[in-house]
């Protein structure tokens, strides 16, 4: 789950994903190149049973020739003690010698904490025959609070996996799913993601009623729907959590309440809300849509821009 996880956002965002996890060998200039996924027919054709399927090789190439393609191989890996250096080793050779290139950049994403070697020496006292290194984040080493502001949107989705203290879980929620709502413009990918931040941030029930409590009460101040939604879902006996409720249909009286809390935002915002913008909301009776329309009227400047967000989710 959490490979499959990571593949997808790699894949879905390769400049962003090269600049928050291998920054140190990524560059400035990452947005001008072109980055191709090596292609997992061709790996398995040649490197058969050695292939692992949830590795992540991106070829990066600049058509100007201002430096040589590299070779970036991602790996995401859950429990620290299960890492094998030889294994990564044996892998980026035998890319390096199936692309024809010696510029190859390992970068292992750790996602919990726990000691791991990084640096491997083949050789004897004398002399060193073979040595390999490679880059590493280690996510839950990072503080989550310096990533809040941040543009990557890599970053920002990856908040609930970085340290934080237990009374600023909430907070860190907040800024993940604002991220994702001001950094991502895709109704599908806003879904797929916002997904991503509730299985990594895995709230409590005690933490959605504070969460909805301190963002969503009394016409409350901005975001938080997946939330809603998952503890709405709750109350209604659906079975499966939030994820799956809002896949096989949310009921009626859970579409109700999140079209209401969608135009008491509105109205804290701006005022009085036309009756043509109620009249649209009311005909929106998908609760994910109605999340990311929540989404986006947290961050819009005017009436307009809000109509403009209806347009799109209802188009």
Known sequence: MHDQNFKNLILDYPVQALE????????SDLS????????????????GERFRELDTPLLVEWSDGRREAILFVVEEET??????????????????????TDRVVPVVIFLRTGTHRNHLRLGSDSCAYME??????????????RYYDSDNIVARLNLPNMAYLPEDRLEMYLAAQTGLARLETSIEKQRKYADFIDFYADLSEEEVVRYRTR?????GEIMGL???????????????????GMQQGMQQGIVKNAQEDVIDIIE???????????EIIKGIDDPSLLKIVLKQVIIVGSLEEVK???EKVMS
């Open 132 to 145: 390999f290194r490679y880059l590493t984040c280690k996510l839950k080493s990072l503080p989550s609070a």
């Open 215 to 219: 963002y969503l009460s009394g016409k």
């Open 20 to 27: 928050f996890f291998a920054g140190k060998e990524a560059g």
């Open 268 to 278: 804290t915002r701006f005022g009085v809300v036309p009756g043509s913008i109620v």
């Open 32 to 47: 001008e190149a072109r980055i191709v996924p090596v292609r997992q027919e061709q790996l398995m054709e040649r490197l």
């Open 226 to 244: 997946v939330s809603v939604l998952k503890e709405e879902g709750r109350q209604e006996g659906i079975q499966q959590g939030m994820q799956q």
């Open 79 to 100: 429990k620290t003690s299960e890492f094998s250096i030889y294994r990564l080793a044996r892998y980026c050779l035998d890319l390096a010698e199936l692309m024809g």
């Open 308 to 310: 403009q967000v209806l």
